[in-house]
């Protein structure tokens, strides 16, 4: 059987994304009841960090634990990635000692690269491109709070990054109309724009994209690796800050959601986070659930349901 991947949110069909992100809510529900649910004793998951984290550390070691199997936590400080050794090799040995990958990278290519060598499954846990499992965790967050987003309106408000680039993706696979709202210069990739045309629409003017929206949704203004343009991008995202009043034009029933950390003052107002349509902390913890049911789908083949 074909080794399946999780590298962007494409890799899976539409029912199967509704599916992983039902399991997830149900996961959800049994960690809260006190379940104890261990289908991944004897397995071993292998964490690449290239890229610090909190949540994504986090969120995948403790799924692993609630799962009754172990992470490892490789970094290249430990290991011979840091110290040039070919991605292909890293990743035939690797795969070759743990059952699932997850990887947190700056360069999409390098996770591609490891995915085509591995023999088992890989995660993309974030790249400059792509944040695939944040967009699981956001959609079973509207899900679980509003129902179905198929047919709804989102806005993404700011750098057309790898979140922006996700929720393009997930535009398409989840059927809501996008609407990304950018500073010139900083919009996501054209190409990508064409692509999606069906679904997502820039709309420069802040006060225009938010207009009716049931999910506004935004990102730092300045990523991991791009502090040294802070401040060119603090003068050119100064209009694109999201406020309590900003959520007023949006629709009555509209949720604000940001993957974290969070800078109060800058994308966000300093008591955005305070709004009871603001649902990070709800968002944050479905990280883990969500890819404890991202992990249980990869490995179905291969464990016991209890």
């Given at each position: 059987?074909?080794?399946?991947?999780?590298?962007?949110?494409?890799?899976?069909?539409?029912?199967?994304?509704?599916?992983?992100?039902?399991?997830?809510?149900?996961?959800?529900?049994?960690?809260?009841?006190?379940?104890?649910?261990?289908?991944?004793?004897?397995?071993?998951?292998?964490?690449?960090?290239?890229?610090?984290?909190?949540?994504?550390?986090v969120s995948f070691e403790a799924g692993m634990a609630q799962f009754g199997g172990h992470g490892i936590f490789l970094s290249p400080r430990d290991t011979q990635l840091g110290r040039g050794e070919p991605i292909e090799d890293s990743a035939r040995v690797i795969s070759s000692m743990v059952d699932i990958v997850m990887i947190r990278t700056f360069d999409h290519a390098m996770v591609e690269t490891f995915a085509k060598y591995s023999r088992v499954p890989v995660i993309n846990a974030l790249t400059d491109a792509h944040h695939p499992c944040q967009l699981l965790a956001d959609m079973q967050t509207y899900f679980e709070l509003r129902g179905d987003i198929a047919g709804k309106v989102v806005?993404?408000?700011?750098?057309?990054?790898?979140?922006?680039?996700?929720?393009?993706?997930?535009?398409?696979?989840?059927?809501?109309?996008?609407?990304?709202?950018?500073?010139?210069?900083?919009?996501?990739?054209?190409?990508?724009?064409?692509?999606?045309?069906?679904?997502?629409?820039?709309?420069?003017?802040?006060?225009?994209?938010?207009?009716?929206?049931?999910?506004?949704?935004?990102?730092?203004?300045?990523s991991m690796g791009q502090e040294n343009e802070q401040n060119t991008r603090a003068r050119r995202f100064s209009q694109y800050?999201?406020?309590r009043s900003l959520l007023d034009k949006a629709d009555?029933?509209?949720?604000?959601?940001?993957?974290?950390?969070?800078?109060?003052?800058?994308?966000?107002?300093?008591?955005?986070?305070?709004?009871?349509r603001a649902v990070v902390w709800h968002e944050a913890e479905n990280r883990l659930h969500a890819q404890k049911a991202l992990m249980e789908f990869l490995l179905k083949d291969k464990i016991h349901f209890a």
């Open positions: 059987m074909t080794t399946r991947h999780f590298l962007t949110l494409l890799d899976f069909s539409p029912e199967e994304l509704r599916q992983i992100i039902t399991r997830a809510s149900e996961l959800r529900r049994m960690q809260h009841e006190g379940v104890l649910y261990q289908p991944f004793v004897g397995r071993t998951l292998g964490m690449i960090f290239e890229k610090s984290s909190t949540r994504t550390r806005t993404w408000v700011g750098d057309g990054n790898n979140m922006c680039a996700s929720f393009i993706h997930a535009a398409h696979q989840f059927g809501f109309e996008l609407r990304v709202s950018a500073p010139y210069g900083f919009e996501p990739n054209l190409d990508l724009i064409k692509e999606y045309a069906h679904c997502v629409t820039l709309v420069e003017d802040i006060n225009e994209a938010v207009k009716g929206s049931h999910l506004i949704a935004t990102d730092v203004w300045a800050m999201v406020t009555p029933d509209v949720l604000f959601m940001h993957c974290l950390p969070a800078h109060r003052g800058e994308e966000i107002s300093y008591d955005l986070l305070d709004d009871p």
